[in-house]
């Protein structure tokens, strides 16, 4: 037994030696983690970044977040590579709601996932049969409290490091190179593993095959729960909080046993949050200055030096260290001047809402919920196919600042990397930048706005409310009535409530251009019909100067999406109606127009053989408002019949409406009916 104990050690360095087992430090497991996932490169607002697939997997992934992803990986992998980061806190500071927590907590637990692996798995090592020793009273054995890996203990065998390097040599094999490897992240013991080893060392009158008995190698356990490896420490109240929390302290019952006042063992590390993330785990600091003075002046020494320090006795860590801070929060501990070496050593990362409207319908998905709802009296609860992009849209318009150069539309436009008209994302692109300038964070792009859980209040009102469980459906528009609710009751600043509410009234204007094409693809029964009649146009405008275009306007082209050979006719007064309704009266303005569309035509399509023009709102309103007036004179009339169904065509058209929506464009009774009244009101109509 005792000899399989003494092979412990040397079985552990072998398998590290062989490349079964791993000994790196905590940013090189995260980095490693994070770059060996696949890497792709994307443009975002006008910029080249990448976007890294380990954050983009899971039920619930991470959703943008581009800048502060690149921002960490690099940060990450500087630290691995020994640079400057090494010695430094990675802080994320926003708004609430933004998702600074949830990218935190993510990335624990893909790390725990990736430790989980046996390649990858942290071991420690324990002191056996201690009772041999003197001093430890009824104590048998103890473990490294701060998870220590086997080769820090290889690493420190004898007191001359020059002795332990032969050691590895000779008994292991390891190469010289190796060797040096390994001590680029040599550390010393901590205060307790090495007064033991000391202890040891005497009793076995340096024998260090004899010393080698008393080791044990133990996987670190991996238990969310128990916060090993990855551990949260959230900023408590101001009177039970302190050091000990983070340090640990003096253990009443150790000292029952422990005879030696001088031995450091009689400090329980894993009373305190960092000892338990100490061997190569992500410590977690939730909040960090909303913590008392004392304590953010404990992490000080912890950020920099990388200890636990007790008394004088020190137990180094490897830990990397994220913590999140609130805007105001932040901006509070900065007015306090003496405060400033803290943050000296933190790497600051400003956090701001997603802009990408495109993107928030994931968000507003996670906030909507996947399960099915249902009501109060355990009905099903429908949710209305434009709920989602009314909310997405609402809420996104908050977050984009006025700006001269850009409207709202145009900004949130280019931000979704949408066209939006003559202006470029090199507009869009010069209003981020000269808004990143700003000493005040709050006023950079991005980073006031309604976030995430306003969103979640507002839904929650939405599926309270009587008329929901009444209907039984959520009905989109009534996510502005539960938005402006919450802008009311939770937006306390006066000019940021009057912003909120004007850019509510944008998204209302939105949404009803997006039932206007719902009502036109109703009408036409087809889901996609307004999809064809702007394609038809955009064809049209590409033919119209075709040299092969016969005396019958009759153009043949090749559909670049389904690749086929197609023949159109091309109606000239179509296109004119369509350019009118755009508002472009001389002959000059159409061709420039045309150019432009041929050109995004040119650019899109060889990328993306699928693109459409839906997101060109003011061509998809031009299309819609022409199609309705030619084919029932004028879009009042459309508006009429609906409402007006005493006769018994106009009562046909709307139940052939009603059934279309029911059965081709995902509606319920309620919305599809709710949606019609509203497109016959004239409220929010522009």
Not at 171 to 177: A, N, P, R
Not at 381 to 395: F, G, I, Q
């Amino acid at each position: 037994m005792a000899n399989k104990s003494n092979q412990a050690l040397q079985n552990h360095l072998v398998a590290v030696k062989e490349g079964k087992r791993c000994f790196e430090n905590a940013f090189q497991g995260v980095s490693r983690m994070i770059l060996e996932s696949d890497i792709e490169k994307v443009t975002v607002k006008g910029k080249t970044t990448y976007t890294f697939e380990i954050f983009n997997t899971g039920k619930k992934h991470i959703i943008g977040m581009y800048e502060e992803i690149n921002s960490f990986v690099s940060f990450v992998k500087d630290a691995a590579e020994n640079g400057s980061s090494k010695e430094m806190a990675y802080v994320l500071v926003g708004e609430p709601g933004n998702g600074k927590t949830f990218f935190v907590d993510f990335l624990c637990t893909k790390y725990r996932q990736f430790l989980s692996r046996d390649k990858n798995r942290k071991y420690t090592f324990r002191f056996n049969d201690l009772n041999k020793l003197q001093g430890y009273g009824k104590i048998t054995y103890v473990e490294s409290q701060t998870f220590e890996d086997p080769v820090i203990l290889a690493m420190n065998l004898f007191d001359d490091l020059k002795d332990s390097k032969t050691y590895l040599a000779k008994q292991i094999g390891f190469s010289d190179q190796e060797i040096e490897t390994l001590y680029e992240n040599y550390r010393p013991l901590g205060a307790c593993s090495g007064y033991i080893w000391n202890g040891i060392r005497d009793y076995a009158d340096g024998n260090i095959a004899k010393m080698l008995d008393f080791i044990g190698i133990v996987p670190v356990p991996l238990t969310e729960s128990l916060g090993t490896i990855t551990g949260k420490y959230p900023a408590k109240d101001k009177i039970t909080s302190s050091a000990v929390d983070l340090h640990g302290e003096e253990s009443i019952q150790r000292l029952l046993h422990i005879t030696d006042t001088s031995n450091p063992y009689r400090f329980d590390l894993r009373r305190g949050a960092l000892a338990r993330v100490a061997g190569g785990g992500i410590h977690f600091s939730d909040e960090i200055f909303k913590n008392k003075k004392d304590l953010v002046q404990v992490y000080l020494g912890v950020i920099q030096n990388r200890n636990i320090e007790i008394d004088g006795f020190k137990w180094p860590i490897d830990t990397l260290i994220i913590a999140t801070s609130n805007n105001s929060e932040f901006n509070r501990f900065l007015a306090e001047k003496e405060e400033a070496p803290i943050v000296d050593r933190c790497r600051i990362c400003y956090v701001s809402h997603n802009t990408d409207y495109k993107l928030q319908k994931y968000l507003t998905t996670y906030a909507i919920g996947s399960d099915n709802k249902t009501t109060l009296n355990k009905e099903v609860l429908h949710k209305d196919p434009n709920l989602n992009y009314a909310a997405s849209v609402a809420v996104v318009l908050t977050r984009l600042p006025t700006s001269e150069k850009l409207t709202a539309i145009e900004t949130m436009k280019l931000a979704a990397g949408e066209v939006a008209g003559e202006k470029s994302i090199k507009t869009l692109a010069e209003v981020i930048d000269t808004l990143n300038h700003e000493p005040d964070i709050t006023k950079r792009f991005g980073q006031k706005g309604m976030g995430q859980r306003n969103l979640g209040r507002a839904i929650q009102l939405l599926i309270e409310s009587s008329e929901t469980n009444e209907g039984q459906c959520m009905f989109a528009y009534d996510i502005f009535k539960t938005l402006e609710r919450i802008v009311l009751d939770y937006v306390t600043d006066a000019n940021d409530r009057a912003k909120f509410l004007e850019d509510l009234k944008t998204a209302r204007g939105l949404y009803r251009e997006r039932v206007m094409t719902e009502m036109f693809n109703a009408y036409m029964d087809e889901p996609l019909a307004i999809r064809k009649d702007v394609m038809n146009y955009v064809n049209m405008i590409i033919g119209i100067d075709a040299e092969n275009l016969g005396p019958d306007k009759m153009w043949k082209y090749k559909d670049p999406q389904t690749g086929e050979l197609q023949a159109m006719r091309i109606d000239e007064r179509y296109i004119k109606s369509i350019e009118e309704r755009l508002g472009l009266k001389t002959q000059e303005k159409r061709e420039t127009f045309r150019t432009s569309i041929r050109k995004i035509y040119g650019q899109k399509i060889s990328v993306d053989p699928n693109y459409d023009f839906m997101d060109n709102l003011e061509l998809v309103k031009a299309v819609t408002d022409v199609r309705l007036k030619s084919d029932i004179a004028g879009s009042g009339s459309l508006i009429g019949a609906l409402a007006n169904r005493t006769n018994e065509e106009n009562q046909k058209l709307y139940d052939r409406m009603i059934d279309t929506m029911l059965t081709k464009l995902n509606y319920c009774k309620t919305c599809a009916q709710k949606t019609i009244e509203y497109f016959c009101t004239q409220e929010d109509g522009k």
